[in-house]
Structure formats: structure tokens, C-alpha cells
């Protein structure tokens, strides 16, 4: 007779026995972030829109918030094992997003799971999840859509043996480690491991930071029914995230309700290479230092300083006050009285990172479709979760960062309800005019110049605030892109009733 998902949770404490005593917390929490939401604010958000919280995996919803995470790839070598031990052994050890929201519910590991196509396949899965992206995995876009080298990649994911990822995050690596060798217990037999990449929050003050320094993640989205959005934080639906829900207008087999597309990136980041270029090409402001021409430099290519505030609202000195106050360090949108949208590169250039990969009210409307939730770690895994690959993470770094003339549009004109927007590469509908401006350059931190090639110059302007029409030649990347695969994160009850034998 089979268990129903609340005795598979009940039985989580069992073989948890930490999860009822923990004291603090497995997640990290910077004053410069969004905060989670609490149990009850979360409970009743999600109440009011019908989502159900303790049957989404953690790690979807919670974002940039782990201490230290293990991400264990798997290949599954005897799929009837595996499913009989994923429902009975590793089924109570899934974290779901409500464990995580307060402190005397976590376990002392989190853990979720995450299938490629391939590991469905495996198992028997052939439903079609409406993501072709996914269906073909991610070395089929690597140089057209990504722009990767492929001969930087890890063997691993440049092969065909990566079925599935455990994602184990703690606040301890002896946690992490004594929980991966329960798991791989429980599946003795079933699978061999294909490669792992351990990760971790950097230290004291650099908490929440990535290792070129700057702050992560301040810019992810409110998700209606979970989060309350803060000033300028874009509130999106559910279903931009999680397959079935409000906003995702893919057709899906029913099981997959409540999963998530999951892309897996590992990016090398080369941070002598990067600070010796900000040092070598620093700033002339007469009132910086050498030091601070060098910092001012580093902030316009990523659009923000390392404390986190945005050089929208501070251009040319840092301001780390307003970078600690979520109330205010997302709270712009690159439009400034008396200036004009269209050219005005003295507070943001058009190409800086964080402004390539969300325009805001450069689109207009402001983009609401091409969304991911961050939730990545170093030393430098890039973990995006989304309902629409394509529309997700490969379109951001195809369409966006890696595009030169990516075009805004002002749109001056609504047809039949439905507002279009206009890319250089892509277009909606060609019966709405608009107003259109080139916002010129590569995105300069992680941009490729060249597809599947390395160190192809790129030249963006607007780095200089003194001189917004100067251009500054970067000849090398860098982030170098050591490869990914694209994962599909189903929800508990999907692998209680679908993935496990027996369902």
C-alpha cells in the first residue's frame, strides 16, 4: 500500500533526527538581500493563490541564501533500484521551500533533486515537458545560444552519463559530506557519481558576495503567493518558475505541476585577470584615488558597486548605506528627470551587467517573460531556476549579454490589448510602432564576444562617466564557462507518484 506525501514528510524527522533541535540557521541572510519571507507570511501568501509550498522542492524560491552546498551529478546504472530507493529512502530526505522558512524546521542538510532529460529517459519518463532546451540538454546550445568554448568544459557535462544533480546545502561542509554518504547509502547500487563541485559563501564580510566582490542576488524577483515584493523588486507569476501555476501557459503533463527547470552553470571567474584590467584601464576622476578610479571602473561594468548600491543612483562614488537597506538598493529604473533615457549613459551604461540582463523600463513594457531566480553559490556554479528555459536563462544570455545592438523599445502604441516588444534578433509583431533605441555593447563581465570563441574584444561605451561616448576595448572574458547541463526539479509529490517505483 503506498504511503501518502505526508507520511513520506513525517518520516523525514525520522531520519532527520537534527531537523527538531537546530538553533540556527543553514542559510546565510545579508542585510543587502531580500529577506524570506516567514513560515506564516509565506503560509498565508501562498493560501491566498493556491500554492502549495511543502510539495516545492527549497532550493527553487529561496535563491541566493546557501552557506554551503555540495551539488553531487549522478548516472543512474539501475533504474528499478533507483526508483524503489528514491521512494523509500530518498523521498523524506527532500527539502521542501516551507522546511526552510523557519529555523526549528530545517533539517541539518537540505536536500533536492534534479533530473536532465537523459536521467527521465532512464527512468522510464518520456512525457514531453514543453521545453525543448531541456529536451536537448545544454551542449546542444552551447556555442549558438551560450557562447561557450567547448573546450573549456568539464568532461562530465560535455558527456552523456549526467542523469541527475543532489543539491546538499548546510551551514557545516561536515554536515554536507555526512549527508552525501547517507545518500549515496541508500542508493548503493543504483547509480555511480559523475563529478560534484563543492561550493561555499565567502567569509565575514564577504558573505553574499561573488568572488570579484560584488554583491549577489539583490535583484532577484518577488514571486506572487511566496515573497512581499520590496520597492522596485518586479513582482512575477508563480508559473514564471513553477511549471503549472499562475503565468506559465506551456502545456504539461499533469505531474510535473509545481517543478522547475533547473540550469546549471559553472563559471570560472578570473578575478587577477579582472582586477589587473580595472587597474591597467582605471577611471581619470581628479577627485578618486587611483584605487577608487580602479573600483569606480569595476562597478559601471557590473551596474553596481561591491557593497551592492546601484551606480544608477550612485554613479561615480559608492554608497554603502543605501547598499545595506533592501528598502532602497533596488528601488531604480534608469530613467532620470531632465534626462534622456535614450542616451543618458552618466548614471548606468547601456551595456553594464546588471542592466543587460534586466532592463527594466528600457522594455516597455517592463519584461515580464525572460525572468530567472538566481540561486547560485561560489566557487562560481550559476544555478537559475525557470518554467521556459528558452525564455529564461538562454535568452538572457543570447539575446542580452551576448548581443551588441540589443535594441529597447519604447512603445508608443497598443494594439488589440497586447503590447509587443521589439529585439534587434527577435520579434513579436511587426503591426506595432515604436521609438527605437540602440543600447550598444556586450555585457563586459560576462558577455562572449564570439561564438564558441575566447577573448573576442568587446567595446562598450558609457564606462567613463566623464566622457559617456568612450570607448573601452576588453580583449579577454572574464567568466569562462566551464560547462552545465539543464535539469528538471520536479516537485515531492511527482516523485512520490511518477519517479518512484511503484507510482
Not at 34 to 40: D, G
Not at 79 to 100: A, D, K, Y
Not at 311 to 327: E, G, H, S
Request: glycine share 8%; hydrophobic share 40%; proline share 6%.
Amino acid at each position: 500500500m503506498k504511503l501518502t506525501l505526508a507520511s513520506f514528510l513525517a518520516a523525514a524527522v525520522a531520519l532527520q533526527p537534527a531537523l527538531s533541535v537546530r538553533t540556527n540557521s543553514l542559510l546565510i541572510n545579508p542585510a543587502a538581500l531580500p529577506a524570506l519571507p516567514s513560515a506564516q507570511q509565506a503560509a498565508s501568501a501562498s493560501a491566498d493563490v493556491g500554492l502549495n509550498l511543502t510539495n516545492i522542492q527549497g532550493d527553487i524560491l529561496i535563491g541566493m541564501k546557501k552557506n554551503k552546498e555540495l551539488f553531487f551529478f549522478f548516472t543512474i546504472v539501475n533504474s528499478t533500484l533507483f526508483r524503489s530507493q528514491l521512494g523509500s529512502g530518498i523521498l523524506p530526505l527532500i527539502t521542501s521551500t516551507s522546511q526552510l522558512l523557519a529555523v526549528d524546521t530545517q533539517p541539518t542538510t537540505a536536500v533536492n533533486i534534479a533530473f536532465s532529460q537523459r536521467g527521465l529517459n532512464a527512468l522510464g519518463i518520456t512525457d514531453d515537458l514543453g521545453d525543448t532546451a531541456f529536451t536537448n540538454g545544454q551542449i546542444d546550445n552551447v556555442a549558438t545560444i551560450l557562447g561557450d568554448e567547448t573546450s573549456n568544459w568539464e568532461p562530465a557535462f560535455a558527456g552523456t552519463g549526467i542523469h541527475g544533480v543532489f543539491l546538499l546545502a548546510s551551514d557545516t561542509i561536515d554536515n554536507v559530506n555526512a549527508t552525501l554518504s547517507q545518500v549515496q547509502n541508500i542508493l548503493n547500487g543504483s547509480i555511480t557519481e559523475a563529478y560534484s563541485l563543492q561550493g561555499q559563501a565567502r567569509p565575514g564580510d564577504e558573505q553574499g558576495h561573488e568572488h570579484f566582490g560584488f554583491m549577489d542576488g539583490i535583484s532577484n524577483p518577488a514571486v506572487t503567493g511566496f515573497s512581499t515584493p520590496l520597492p522596485g523588486q518586479q513582482v512575477l507569476d508563480p508559473g514564471l518558475f513553477l511549471l503549472g501555476e499562475s503565468g506559465d501557459l506551456v502545456s504539461r503533463p499533469s505531474w510535473a505541476q509545481d517543478g522547475s527547470f533547473l540550469a546549471f552553470r559553472q563559471l570560472q571567474q578570473r578575478v587577477p585577470e579582472f582586477n589587473a584590467f580595472l587597474v591597467d584601464n582605471a577611471l581619470s576622476n581628479p577627485n578618486l584615488t587611483a584605487d577608487q578610479n580602479a573600483e569606480l571602473l569595476g562597478a559601471r561594468m557590473m551596474g553596481r558597486w561591491k557593497s551592492g548600491a546601484p551606480v544608477d543612483l550612485a554613479p561615480t562614488v559608492d554608497d554603502p548605506v543605501l547598499a545595506a537597506d533592501p528598502q532602497q538598493n533596488n528601488n531604480f529604473n534608469y530613467t532620470h528627470p531632465g534626462f534622456d533615457e535614450a542616451t543618458d549613459q552618466t548614471h548606468c551604461p547601456f551595456s553594464a551587467h546588471v542592466r543587460k540582463t534586466n532592463p527594466r523600463s528600457d522594455l516597455n513594457p517592463e519584461d515580464t517573460a525572460n525572468h530567472i531566480i538566481r540561486a547560485g553559490i561560489p566557487y562560481g556554479p550559476e544555478v537559475a531556476y525557470q518554467s521556459d528555459i528558452n525564455n529564461g536563462f538562454a535568452f538572457l544570455q543570447q539575446n542580452w549579454a551576448n548581443n551588441a545592438n540589443f535594441i529597447f523599445g519604447k512603445a508608443i502604441k497598443r494594439l488589440s490589448g497586447i503590447l509587443t516588444v521589439a529585439l534587434s534578433l527577435y520579434s513579436h509583431s511587426t503591426t506595432c510602432k515604436y521609438i527605437y533605441y540602440a543600447l550598444k555593447g556586450i555585457d563586459p563581465i560576462i558577455g562572449t564576444g564570439g561564438l564558441g570563441q575566447a577573448d573576442v574584444p568587446r567595446t562598450p561605451s558609457g564606462l567613463d562617466p566623464s566622457d559617456p561616448t568612450r570607448i573601452i576595448t576588453i580583449n579577454q572574458d572574464f567568466v569562462v564557462s566551464r560547462g552545465g547541463e539543464y535539469f528538471f526539479s520536479p516537485s515531492l509529490s511527482a516523485i512520490q507518484n511518477t519517479l518512484s517505483l511503484g507510482a
